[in-house]
């Protein structure tokens, strides 16, 4: 049992505004991904980070960014936000192989 | 440039009879891939994978076919259940970073 949580559930913000989002899970895991799917759309790869170091990144720009702490918990924090960064936010941590991953139930983000 | 394109938005079936789910996709690098199912308010959770080296992988009642030179993979549910409604997502994988389509959804009517 994984039990990958998101915090918060929903939060709502304003354009220019500053979020952060937090990822945990029950056991401890190296690799951490997190995604945003806009609606109707499938998730889109944001970035990885695995042993605290960024591994790897999707066509986001830098004000999307994270951390990775030691005790395996990930935040994504996203600056000087934008109407169209209105979406889902998922974070997935990664199994014993790099093909499973397991996913939090989301933070969904509303930006006003 | 979509790497992973789902062209069916959705599918509907009666329950019992089969489910067949497509997927396309462009990037040869891809090593595995994945079908998700995803339910309202939940995470996308894993149902199936086929490495790239593989033409097909089962699973019970769902099997993954893959189709390398058509670069196209379908996953097929016999037989289908009610509780099966759901969005699915196919995905491909290089080294651990996962591209998505769109998915489809798909409800079985009992």
């Known amino acids: 049992e994984t039990g990958v949580t998101q915090s918060p559930t929903h939060l709502i913000k304003t354009r220019g505004q500053q979020v952060t989002l937090r990822c945990s899970s029950q056991s401890g895991h190296n690799t951490v991904s997190w995604y945003q799917q806009a609606l109707g759309q499938g998730p889109q790869f944001i970035f990885q980070?695995?042993?605290?170091?960024?591994?790897g990144r999707g066509n986001f720009p830098p004000r999307f960014s994270g951390l990775q702490f030691p005790n395996y918990s990930s935040e994504l924090n996203v600056n000087a936000l934008e109407l169209d960064d209105s979406a889902l936010y998922l974070c997935?941590?990664?199994?014993?192989?790099?093909?499973?991953?397991?996913f939090g139930p989301g933070t969904r983000l509303t930006v006003l | 440039d979509q790497q992973v394109k789902q062209n069916s938005p959705s599918l509907s079936v009666q329950e019992g009879r089969i489910s067949i789910l497509n997927c396309d996709y462009t990037?040869?690098?891809?090593?595995?891939f994945l079908w998700y199912k995803k339910y309202p308010a939940e995470g996308p959770t894993f149902l199936i994978s086929?490495?790239?080296?593989?033409d097909k992988n089962e699973d019970g009642r769902f099997t993954v076919f893959l189709n390398k030179s058509a670069k196209h993979l379908s996953l097929h549910i016999v037989p289908s259940q009610p509780g099966d409604s759901a969005v699915y997502f196919c995905a491909g994988t290089n080294a651990g970073k996962s591209t998505f389509g769109d998915g489809t959804t798909l409800t079985v009517k009992p």
């Open positions: 990037n040869s690098m891809f090593d595995y």
């Open positions: 086929i490495s790239s080296i593989k």
């Open positions: 980070y695995y042993r605290e170091e960024e591994n």
């Open positions: 997935a941590i990664h199994g014993s192989s790099d093909n499973e991953q397991f």
